[in-house]
């Protein structure tokens, strides 16, 4: 019955793609994080040029990030 149940769910209810930017703006927001909280992205222009798409995290961000927010690295990939 499980198995039923686990192939119906996979067919009506897709796990939507992610990525690390809408990572990062879910974990702001149900931390109450502004974009100047965040050091281990860096300043707040650069927090905000991940945000918008126009900047990629790097190795260190999402390391620091992934540690203050107790997730996997593979989070912000």
């Given at each position: 019955l499980g198995d039923l149940v686990s192939a119906y769910e996979t067919v009506q209810y897709p796990m939507p793609e992610g990525d690390g930017r809408s990572a990062l703006a879910f974990l702001m927001q149900q931390h109450g994080l502004g974009q100047a909280d965040l050091p281990e992205v860096g300043a707040q222009s650069v927090v905000s040029d991940v945000l918008s798409g126009k900047r990629?995290?790097?190795?260190?961000?999402?390391?620091?990030l992934a540690k203050r927010f107790g997730v996997s690295?593979?989070?912000?990939?």
């Open positions: 990629r995290l790097n190795v260190r961000q999402i390391r620091g690295v593979e989070t912000f990939f």
